[in-house]
């Protein structure tokens, strides 16, 4: 108890650093909450894109062709600088710019000489997709006009023709991602910073010599030295994990009790024996105290950016997602994402399981190493 | 003052933090953002065939050979492939569904009619509901003229086969589009803007009410002045060769495109790392505070400048510059990572010089102030 009373005191002086972390994951989650649109599910709905169209052209065909992709597609109402619009486009802020020249509407009719002008990545998807659409959609209303319609009704058919809502239909693929799925899909970043930040120091606290030598010239049991410092670590990693967990249900608090929220919450209690088990192995070297905040950088940084934690795992090559196995944070995103994909128990249990061996690993190599470094000392 | 010069030199040299955090902390950064973004734009830019499970509920009748005759021939202007096509009944196409072998299952009806059922929306759902809509409508086409004008017919499928070809696609660089490689503008902006530690680190070893060197240097016949300025540039020389490592390391050995012209990159980096020691030599001379509090200070500001420019959110700047655009003009990391930009795109020019005096600007305002700061300080006699 002595002991465990000790480690909190040490802890107040290292808490701020800890606290960082904390107010960043709330700050991130207020921004994306508050940044939000309404993204309840529809079943499926056609790729619809931010792009901005400038219309230089009075003709109803262009005013129509118009109002068809504002339909679809997120178009700009705003009015930027040819500058400004390709550096947006460059970023992929939108992914297309159609400028509608003078005269469009009747040369298209007759003619054709005068042809619409865009600007896209022509290496995606997107500027291919959304130019197919252009093409059809003025296919179909040149070809009903040449079967007489004018050119309201000829619009009205090629958009029924064009329609496919009711022959497209989504499987029905359970539970969406909401917020709920950001915010454990990062815990590991933060919880993992937070508690080699917070606890690390405590642990290279006790290791200094003077203060173990002294510790092992006074009368209290070695045993229970061992066990006020894994209590104090735990208590202190587990306060981690429940701010963070509070955080979690102010923001989402409908969805923490259900099936999925009490799987999510399964999966970072074990996450969490992960980094005990991995800052206790970190403790049991004689690291400086000013290498704390540069190695939980390092690790946590190298963990989630391999393990799939900032880049969706689909997106991760095959020879980062091999590396990804070796890595805790690798098996916490796979629950994750199985917990909100197909809920398949057996590869639930499965990842979880990995997860637990990684702890047992870090105690068991904890444990093989203090040994060797005590049998070390007394030689 | 060479003595000076080397002396500081060696100084910094020895602080291990500094180095780490200037030089060692960017690479590990940029190895992460290379495993992890390095690829994604090409990933992103391949025009994949779309897997899809194909059923036929005619058995084999005319309007299921049409769409299987179609389908097999749709391809992508450079001839790939649209479609793979497995061809399978409803019950293992399903299957294939939810385990993610194919992006949908599309099934010719017994009275003509094509469905598509998929498991999400994205954009490959997207281009298959596309080649649906095709299918739909000729479908509606014809049974719609054939009612009210069936001797237009003819002219109207004549345009529909026809087609219409009114799309020109406009290029506006020849620069790098990879919109992750400013992850890496961005790195080397914040490698940069850490350049302040050291000189943070100049001016606190230079007064005597904060370090021990301090007082040695203030009682030494050397005006604090000289060792400052000697100090400057040896932070400057140290920088600068950990910025161009970096460089190095990120465009020689992992082989990431910056786009533009080396040169451009190079003058960049220096400008940049000049303005990062500026940086510290102000806050180095502002207020009381001890060298722990100033880092502090300078790693959260400079952290939520590249914040703002884009270092942990690729698109950031553009938000930015929707919503306050003034602050990517006064945000050293924004300007750095905008001279970068504007070099890959528009090649050495208006907007790339005109970054370029803008952070010079702000380098010799801020060694101005610095200086005029450095000057007010006073200490009581001991």
Redesign the interface.
């Known amino acids: 108890m002595l002991l465990f009373k000790t480690y909190f005191k040490i802890l107040k002086k290292y808490w701020t650093s800890s606290l960082i972390y904390l107010i960043i994951f709330g700050g991130i989650f207020a921004v994306l909450i508050l940044s939000s649109e309404n993204t309840e599910d529809m079943g499926f709905k056609q790729s619809s894109y931010d792009i901005y169209i400038e219309n230089n052209d009075d003709s109803e065909l262009s005013t129509l062709l118009y109002g068809y992709l504002s339909d679809i597609h997120n178009v700009s109402s705003e009015t930027y600088l040819d500058e400004e619009l390709e550096e947006m486009l460059y970023f992929a802020d939108i992914v297309y710019i159609l400028r509608i020249p003078e005269g469009f509407g009747e040369s298209f009719l007759n003619d054709g000489n005068v042809r619409l002008h865009n600007l896209q990545d022509e290496s995606k998807m997107y500027g291919s997709y959304i130019d197919s659409q252009i093409e059809s959609y003025l296919s179909s209303v040149k070809s009903y006009m040449a079967a007489g319609y004018d050119l309201k009704a000829s619009d009205t058919l090629a958009r029924k023709g064009l329609d496919t809502e009711r022959i497209i239909s989504e499987l029905d693929k359970g539970d969406g991602k909401g917020f709920i799925y950001y915010i454990y899909l990062y815990l590991p970043y933060v919880l993992f910073s937070m508690i080699f930040c917070g606890t690390l120091p405590i642990m290279l606290s006790f290791r200094k010599k003077e203060i173990r030598d002294r510790m092992n010239a006074s009368g209290y049991p070695a045993v229970k030295r061992s066990i006020g410092i894994i209590f104090g670590n735990s208590a202190a990693s587990f306060l981690a994990w429940l701010l963070l967990s509070i955080i979690a249900l102010i923001f989402v608090s409908e969805d923490l009790f259900t099936e999925i929220g009490g799987l999510l919450i399964l999966n970072s209690l074990i996450f969490l024996l992960v980094c005990i088990s991995a800052t206790s192995f970190a403790g049991s070297f004689n690291l400086k105290l000013d290498g704390v905040q540069m190695i939980s950088n390092v690790v946590s940084l190298s963990m989630c950016f391999l393990g799939g934690v900032f880049v969706p795992m689909e997106l991760l090559s095959d020879g980062v997602k091999s590396v990804g196995r070796f890595l805790p944070t690798f098996w916490y995103v796979s629950a994750v994402n199985e917990v909100f994909n197909g809920k398949d128990y057996s590869l639930i249990t499965k990842y979880m399981g990995i997860e637990i061996t990684f702890a047992v690993f870090f105690i068991i190599i904890t444990f093989v190493y203090s040994k060797f470094s005590s049998e070390k000392r007394k030689v | 003052m060479i003595r000076i010069f080397l002396y500081q030199l060696k100084i910094i040299l020895n602080n291990k933090?500094i180095i780490?955090?200037t030089l060692l902390?960017p690479v590990?950064?940029g190895t992460?953002?290379y495993?992890?973004?390095?690829?994604?734009?090409s990933?992103?830019?391949v025009?994949?065939t779309i897997d899809v499970a194909v059923v036929d509920e005619t058995e084999n009748a005319e309007p299921y050979q049409m769409f299987q005759a179609a389908a097999e021939e749709l391809e992508?202007?450079d001839g790939t492939a649209i479609l793979n096509i497995t061809y399978t009944d409803s019950y293992e196409a399903?299957a294939l569904?939810?385990d993610e072998a194919v992006t949908g299952v599309i099934t010719v009806k017994n009275n003509g009619?094509?469905?598509?059922?998929?498991?999400?929306?994205?954009?490959y759902?997207?281009?298959l509901?596309?080649i649906?809509?095709?299918y739909?409508?000729?479908?509606?086409?014809i049974n719609?003229?054939s009612v009210?004008?069936p001797q237009?017919?003819e002219?109207?499928?004549s345009?529909?086969y026809?087609?219409?070809?009114?799309?020109?696609?406009?290029?506006?660089?020849e620069g790098n589009?990879d919109?992750y490689v400013?992850y890496f503008y961005n790195l080397i902006a914040m490698m940069c803007l850490f350049s302040s530690f050291s000189g943070l680190g100049i001016v606190v070893n230079c007064q005597r009410n904060q370090s021990d060197v301090g007082l040695r240097v203030n009682v030494s016949p050397v005006k604090t002045v000289f060792i400052e300025l000697a100090g400057i540039a040896a932070a400057f020389l140290v920088q600068l060769v950990c910025v161009l490592l970096g460089l190095f390391y990120l465009i020689t050995i992992l082989g990431v495109n910056f786009g533009g012209e080396i040169i451009n990159i190079i003058i960049t980096s220096v400008l940049g790392t000049m303005l990062g020691v500026s940086i510290g030599y102000l806050i180095g001379h502002v207020g009381k505070g001890g060298l722990n509090t100033k880092i502090g200070i300078l790693t959260g500001v400079e952290l939520f400048c590249c914040f703002l420019s884009g270092l942990m959110v690729?698109?950031m700047?553009?938000l930015v510059?929707k919503h306050c655009p003034i602050v990517n003009k006064i945000n050293p990391s924004a300007v750095l990572e905008d001279a970068f930009?504007a070099q890959n795109?528009y090649g050495a020019g208006e907007?790339f010089y005109g970054d370029l005096i803008l952070i010079a600007v702000i380098t010799v305002v801020l060694l101005i102030v610095g200086s005029i700061m450095a000057g007010r300080n006073k200490y009581a006699s001991v």
Do not use: C
């Open positions: 933090t780490f955090w902390f590990i950064l992460l953002f495993f992890a973004f390095g690829n994604l734009y990933e992103e830019s025009l994949k992508y202007s399903e569904l939810k009619d094509i469905t598509l059922l998929v498991k999400e929306s994205g954009i759902e997207s281009v509901s596309g649906i809509a095709e739909h409508k000729f479908n509606t086409m719609e003229i009210e004008n237009a017919l002219k109207a499928l345009i529909f026809e087609g219409v070809d009114v799309n020109v696609t406009d290029s506006h660089t589009k919109p400013t690729g698109n700047k553009i510059q930009y795109i907007r």
